[in-house]
C-alpha cells in the first residue's frame, strides 16, 4: 500500500492566486513527521516546511501552510500568492519514528507538478 | 544551497562500469542520506548512514554499496551497471541522529547518472 498519496499529477495555478496540493499518508505509527519538499526544474530538492504529528498547531512558513487534519491523515501544502518562481514538483514525505529499522528515511509521494501562468 | 555537495553532476557510462558518486554533509550535520529518482520508481531511500556507522537500508542493490568516513563524507558505489540504474542520485544530511523525528533532510543537487 502507498504510505504517501499525491493525487494531483498536474495542475496550473495562476500567478498571485492561492493553490492546495493534496498529500494523504498511511502508518500506523503515532510518532511521525511529514515534510515538503520543491523540486525546480533545476533538479534540486528544496525543504519547504514540517508538520509533526503531535503538533497542535498547522505549521506555517512564510507563503507556504500545511493544513494537517490528523484524522483524515492529510497534510495539504498550501501557497498563498503564487508565483512564477513556484513552478516546480512538490513533494509530500513522512518519515516515522517507531521503526527503528527505518532510521531517519523520508518516504516520499509521487509527487504534483505545479505550474504558475502569469 | 543547502549545504550539501555532491560530485560529480553528471555521469554518463556504459552498462557493467562502476562509478563512484561523492557526498560532502553540511558543516555540522552527522547524517547522510542516499536516494534514488528514477520516472519509473520515484524518489526511493536507499541508505543511511549515521557518523560513520550504517543506520537504516532501503531499497539498496546488492551491486551498490556506500560508506561514510571519518571526516563525515558519504561514497556511493555503484558496479555491473545496467541501463536501468540511470537516474538521478541525492545526497541529503541532517543533524540529528536516530531519535531525531523532527530533524530536517537537506539535499545535494544530485548526481544525474545515465548509463548507456
Known amino acids: 500500500a502507498q504510505k504517501i498519496t499525491q493525487t494531483q499529477p498536474g495542475m496550473f495555478v495562476q500567478e498571485k492566486e492561492a493553490v492546495t496540493l493534496d498529500c494523504t499518508y498511511d502508518?500506523?505509527?503515532?510518532?511521525?513527521?511529514l515534510f515538503w519538499y520543491k523540486q525546480p526544474s533545476s533538479g534540486e530538492m528544496i525543504f519547504l516546511i514540517y508538520?509533526?504529528?503531535?503538533?497542535?498547531q498547522n505549521a506555517t512558513e512564510g507563503r507556504y501552510s500545511l493544513n494537517f487534519q490528523k484524522a483524515r491523515k492529510s497534510a495539504n501544502l498550501v501557497i498563498s500568492a503564487s508565483q512564477l518562481g513556484d513552478s516546480a514538483m512538490y513533494f509530500c514525505?513522512?518519515?516515522?519514528?517507531?521503526?527503528?529499522?527505518?532510521?531517519?528515511?523520508?518516504?516520499f509521494g509521487g509527487g504534483t507538478r505545479v505550474l504558475v501562468k502569469p | 544551497d543547502s549545504g550539501v555537495t555532491q560530485t560529480p553532476k553528471h555521469l554518463i557510462t556504459a552498462t557493467g562500469q562502476r562509478v563512484t558518486l561523492r557526498c560532502s554533509p553540511r558543516?555540522?550535520?552527522?547524517?547522510v542520506y542516499w536516494y534514488q529518482q528514477s520516472l519509473d520508481q520515484g524518489l526511493q531511500f536507499l541508505i543511511q548512514?549515521?557518523?560513520?556507522?550504517?543506520?537504516a537500508k532501503g531499497n539498496i542493490l546488492e551491486r551498490f554499496s556506500a560508506q561514510q568516513f571519518p571526516d563525515l563524507h558519504s561514497e556511493l558505489n555503484l558496479s555491473s551497471l545496467e541501463l536501468g540504474d540511470s537516474a538521478l542520485y541525492f545526497c541529503?544530511?541532517?543533524?540529528?541522529?536516530?531519535?531525531?523525528?523532527?530533524?530536517?533532510?537537506?539535499f545535494g543537487p544530485g548526481t544525474r547518472l545515465t548509463v548507456l
Open positions: 541529503a544530511s541532517s543533524v540529528a541522529g536516530p531519535a531525531g523525528l523532527t530533524d530536517t533532510q537537506y
Open positions: 502508518t500506523s505509527d503515532p510518532s511521525y513527521g
Open positions: 508538520q509533526g504529528s503531535y503538533d497542535q
Open positions: 514525505a513522512m518519515r516515522e519514528r517507531t521503526i527503528k529499522a527505518a532510521g531517519n528515511k523520508l518516504t
Open positions: 558543516s555540522g550535520d552527522l547524517s
Open positions: 548512514y549515521y557518523n560513520g556507522e550504517e543506520r
